[in-house]
């Protein structure tokens, strides 16, 4: 296929421009025609230009985001507005005039040109990478597709106010751990700079062997202070080399897959990509996407590469002719009690039954677990703190009441 520019004129003689997709000029006729446009002038854009253009605007748009609760807003309200009856660029419009978030702002009236230059809304939507999701994007156009789109919109909007509550509710659960260790990076700065050089100056005077705990906190003490203006790039260097790692492929996998073991945060994490997980699921299923291409957008949008791959292996069952659960039920990484539900829908002929059910069972577990987090995290770090500060001490009184036990011998 090939994209072309055109310009037309509708009932009314008002002309209008815009570009589209299609096969080839006659194919792009008939569909400019069942639209209700006469075709003034096609040409066929140059594949280089739109291979270039896409790719700037795609580095720009990718980084204007939109915040995630003007989305589920958005979402909302549109599907509102479409329920109502009221066209879709009119719709469009009222909603880009109101919304108070610039990107999505920009994004909308973009969007609302486009549709009315005859663009599909899927398609112009898919041109804002940093506002719409993929899942986002083929959401609305299985929506377009089955004409239930008012319905797909609001299921999706639910969706995503569950996702954009999750993320808050874990944020707010880990600002606790977070004070944590940045009071202890603070203590182990001002005890390094101010504290440990005095005594170390007491220990190498009485040529005194010190113990493996106060070797260390003198040679930090060492580092911070002689090599203070290397200590933050050594930081940011081994941040980036992290970050580097865990962005290769097999990287990827590991960490991915530390994420579902990690104690405390692991069977939390489950829950949520579980909740995610049946939710895309439902959303795509219920909007009449065909199952393979439902399941490849799940596996694109999940957020995890090891249960990328295996929803990759679900999707090859499904293509041999097998269900869904087979795949599931195999794999290590789903909970048996998904396996087990989607094999009774898909058996009784309930799968979407099944699947919401899924929701909201893991909906609950999900607020459950988040406010369960806290009190599960704070014993952890009250722990951690207690044992560092003691370690600290230690590292700096051991050895001094080990010399005064040698003063009171001399003496």
């Known amino acids: 296929m090939a994209i072309y520019i055109y310009k037309a004129v509708d009932n009314q003689g008002k ?13 792009l006729t008939s569909q400019l025609t069942k639209s209700g446009y006469l075709p003034v002038s096609i040409d066929l854009k140059s594949r280089a230009e739109e291979s270039r253009i896409s790719f700037i605007e795609n580095i720009l748009k990718k980084t204007q985001k939109a915040d995630p609760a003007g989305i589920v807003i958005f979402t909302r309200q549109f599907s509102t507005i479409i329920k109502a009856a009221i066209p879709i660029v009119e719709g469009l419009g009222v909603l880009a005039e109101q919304t108070e978030d610039p990107a999505l702002k920009k994004a909308l009236y973009q969007i609302t040109r486009d549709v009315e230059g005859g663009m599909s ?5 898919s041109r804002h990478p940093g506002v719409f999701s993929d899942l986002y994007v083929n959401t609305v156009l299985a929506g377009e597709s089955a004409g239930v789109l008012d319905k797909v919109l609001m299921r999706l909007s639910q969706m995503l106010e569950d996702d954009y509550e999750t993320r808050k509710n874990i944020m707010s659960a880990l600002q606790y751990p977070a004070m944590v260790v940045v009071a202890l990076i603070i203590a182990v700065v001002v005890l390094s700079v101010f504290v440990v050089p005095q005594f170390s100056r007491i220990y190498t005077d009485a040529k005194m062997s ?12 060492k580092i911070l202070r002689g090599y203070w203006y290397a200590v933050l790039p050594a930081a940011g260097g081994i941040f980036l080399l992290f970050q580097w790692v ?7 996998i590991v960490w991915d897959t530390f ?9 939390v994490y489950t829950k949520i990509t579980m909740l995610r997980f049946a939710s895309m699921l439902s959303v795509l299923y219920q909007a009449g996407l065909p199952v393979l291409k439902t399941l490849d ?3 694109s949008t ?20 097998k269900g869904i659960s087979g795949g599931v039920l195999n794999s290590k990484f789903f909970p048996r009690l998904v396996g087990y539900m989607i094999s009774i829908g898909e058996k009784s002929g309930a799968l979407s039954l099944m699947l919401d059910s899924l ?5 609950l577990e999900v607020k459950s677990a988040m406010k369960n987090l806290t009190t599960m995290i704070e014993p952890i770090m009250t722990a951690v703190l207690g044992i560092s500060v003691m370690g600290m001490a230690l590292a700096i009184f051991l050895p001094l009441w080990s010399l005064i036990q040698v003063f009171k011998g001399g003496g």
Do not use: H, W
């Open 15 to 27: 002309t209008i421009k815009g570009e589209l997709e299609a096969d080839s000029e006659m194919d």
């Open 121 to 125: 809304l899927s398609q112009s939507m």
């Open 210 to 221: 010190l113990p493996l705990p106060t070797q260390i906190m003198i040679l930090i003490s």
């Open 246 to 252: 865990i962005n290769t492929p097999q990287g990827r």
């Open 259 to 267: 994420k579902f073991k990690v104690p405390v945060f692991g069977k």
């Open 297 to 299: 957008i799940v596996g």
């Open 302 to 321: 999940i957020g995890n590469k090891v249960l990328s791959i295996e929803i990759g292996k679900i999707k090859q069952d499904v293509a041999e002719g």
């Open 359 to 363: 929701c909201e069972y893991f909906g």
